[in-house]
C-alpha cells in the first residue's frame, strides 16, 4: 500500500460533567516506588466518543464516512484485518473518502467510568461470537470447523477475540448523543455502522437528519421501525450468508426487508445489499472477511443514493 | 500537514486465553430489538496489547519508536494535542521514524475483562490532574489560573480529561508481558514511555535489553532502581517544570538523577534532558504543551546514544 494524507488525528466528541462526592481516600501504589492518597471524589468527564480521522491527499467528492463499531468492539474493527491485510479503513481512504473512526462511549479509547451505569458490562465469549457471528456450527468451535465455503478467516479467530471490549447494554442513549456531537462536527456524513451500532446510527441520524448524506448499516440490529425520521436519507442494508441458522438472523433478516419497504413507502430510498451475489459465504464480520475487499468494493458501487 | 505512508494499521501482541465456568445464562437486550440469553461462560482472550503502527514512506534510518502511555491513559495521547496541534505521534513520522502506538493491557482499545484483576479500577479526576500533572495550584483549578509560564494549555483540560480510563494498579506484570511481545514482533525499538508506562518499559527492556535501541522516558514513575539488566541500553530521561511543587516530583526527581548515575557507573550510557532549557514552564504532559514540538525537536537530538 501506499497512502498520501493531507491530514490526520483525533478528538473528542460530546460528553458531560459527572461529580463523585462523599467517598473515602484511599492509599494507592500506582508504581513501585510511587505510592499517594487518591481522593477519588472529584469531577470527571465521561460519555464522549473518541474519533480517529484521516484526510486523503486525493480526497473524492463525497462527504465524510463516519465508521461506528458494533457491540463490544471498538473502532479497531475497520483496520487491519484479523488476516492481516489492509481493511475497509484503508479501503475508504484508497476510494478517496475521509475516514472517521469512532470508538462510542464506553468503548475502548472512549474510556469508561466505573460505577455510573446500570447493569454489568458483558466480555463477549469465543464461543459466542463463533455462533453469533455465523462463522460455523456450535460444535465447531473447538476445531474451528467453519460453515462450508466460510468467508471469515477462523484460523485468525483469536485476533478478534482480542479485540473483544466489554459493553453495557444501558449506555445506547450516552452513544446516541456522542454520535450526534460526532455527526455536528464533521458536518455531513455517510454513516457506515455495524451490528449494534445500527441502533445508535439510525437514532442519531433520525434526530439530525440533515448531517447524514447516506447510511450504510451492515447487519445492523436495532431501530429499524421508526423510519418516519430517517425517509430523507439512503439507507442501504448490508448482510452476508448463513440467516437462516439461528432464530435472531432470521428474524433480523425479515426486518432488514421490512425496513427497506416501509421507507420506500415514505418516498425514502432503501436498498438492501446481499453480499453472497459477490462472493457467497459473508459472515457477520464482512469488514473481516477474505473477500472484505470486494465486499467493499460492492458496498460503494451498489449503495443508495 | 502532509504525510505519505507506506504502510499503517494494527496488531494485537500477547495475551493468553481465561476460562470462565459455572455462571448462570441471563436473559440480555442488546438492541431495542435483540434480546437473546447470554451464556457467560466460555473462553476469553484477554491482557493483550493493541497496536497501530505507522510507516512513513520516506522512513529514517532509525530503529521504530514504540509509544507507551501512561497510567490512565490511552496510545491516543500521543496523538493531536489538546489544543488541536499535530502530536508527537506527527512529529515523530515528520521525522521519518516508524512508530508503534500502544494500548496496552486493560486500557482502550486493548479491552479489559470484569472481575478478572484484584483491586477496583481507578479513573483519575480533573482535580487529581490538575495538581499531579503540575499544571497548576490546588487551589487555581475552579477557575484554570495555572503556574506562572505554564506550557499546558489549561483551556483545553476538558479535552484531556475526556480520554482518561480507568486502571487497575495489578496488572503490570501482564503489561510487562504485553510490552515484551509487542518488542518481539518490531524487532527492535526506541521505547518512548510516560509516567507510569516508565516501570513497564523498563522491566520491560530489562527482560529482553536486545530488542531495546535506547529508551526515552518522560517522566518515569517505577522500575528505576534495577538498572543491571538496562546497562547496555542508552536512556534518556526527560522532564518538566514545577518539580519543586510536590514530594512526589521532588523524590522521582531524585530517582531520574540516581538512576542515571547507577547506569554511568556501570558502564552504561545515560542522559537527562530538562525541557525548561528548551522553553519554561513543561507540565508533567511535555506531549500535550505549547512548546510540544520543541521540547520533541530537542528530546530526538539530545538523546542518549
Known amino acids: 500500500m501506499s497512502l498520501r494524507l493531507k491530514a490526520f488525528g483525533s478528538y473528542r466528541a460530546g460528553g458531560r460533567p459527572v461529580t463523585v462526592t462523599g467517598e473515602p481516600v484511599r492509599r494507592i501504589a500506582f508504581t513501585d516506588i510511587t505510592h499517594y492518597d487518591v481522593d477519588p471524589n472529584g469531577t470527571f468527564l465521561t460519555e464522549s466518543a473518541y474519533v480517529q480521522y484521516f484526510t486523503p491527499a486525493d480526497r473524492n467528492a463525497e ?9 463490544g468492539m471498538t473502532g ?6 484479523p488476516d492481516g491485510r489492509p ?35 458483558l466480555l463477549r465469549s469465543m464461543e459466542e461470537a463463533w455462533t453469533l457471528f455465523r462463522f460455523g456450527p456450535p460444535d465447531g468451535f473447538a476445531d474451528r470447523r467453519a460453515f462450508d465455503g466460510q468467508q471469515f478467516p477462523v484460523d485468525c479467530l483469536d485476533e478478534v477475540a482480542k479485540g473483544f471490549v466489554p459493553r453495557w447494554t444501558s449506555t ?26 445500527g441502533e445508535v446510527a439510525f ?25 418516519a425520521d430517517l425517509a430523507t436519507i439512503p439507507v442501504t442494508v448490508v448482510h452476508g450468508d448463513y440467516l437462516d441458522t439461528a ?19 415514505r418516498g ?3 436498498a438492501i445489499v446481499d ?12 469488514m473481516m472477511d477474505r473477500a472484505s475487499d470486494r465486499y467493499l468494493d460492492a458496498i460503494i458501487a451498489d449503495r443508495c443514493r
Open 275 to 286: 453480499l453472497t451475489r459477490i462472493a457467497a459465504g459473508a459472515s457477520h464480520m464482512p
Open 172 to 197: 445506547t442513549d450516552a452513544q446516541v448523543a456522542a454520535l450526534r456531537a460526532v455527526l455536528e462536527r464533521v458536518g455531513q456524513a455517510i454513516l457506515v455502522c455495524h451490528s449494534q451500532g
Open 63 to 71: 462527504p465524510p464516512a463516519v465508521l461506528l463499531h458494533g457491540g
Open 87 to 121: 481493511g475497509w479503513l484503508h479501503g475508504l481512504l484508497d476510494a478517496g473518502f475521509e475516514v472517521h473512526v469512532v470508538d462510542n462511549v464506553e468503548r475502548g479509547r472512549a474510556g469508561w467510568m466505573p460505577g455510573l451505569w446500570a447493569g454489568a458490562p
Open 268 to 270: 425514502g430510498r432503501a
Open 203 to 227: 437514532r442519531a441520524a433520525a434526530g439530525a437528519p440533515d448531517r447524514v448524506a447516506a447510511i450504510l448499516a451492515v447487519e445492523p440490529s436495532g431501530a429499524m421501525d421508526a423510519v
Open 247 to 265: 432464530p435472531i438472523w432470521r428474524d433480523l433478516a425479515a426486518r432488514w426487508t421490512t425496513m427497506a419497504q416501509r421507507l420506500r413507502d
Open 76 to 81: 479497531a474493527m475497520w483496520e487491519t484485518t
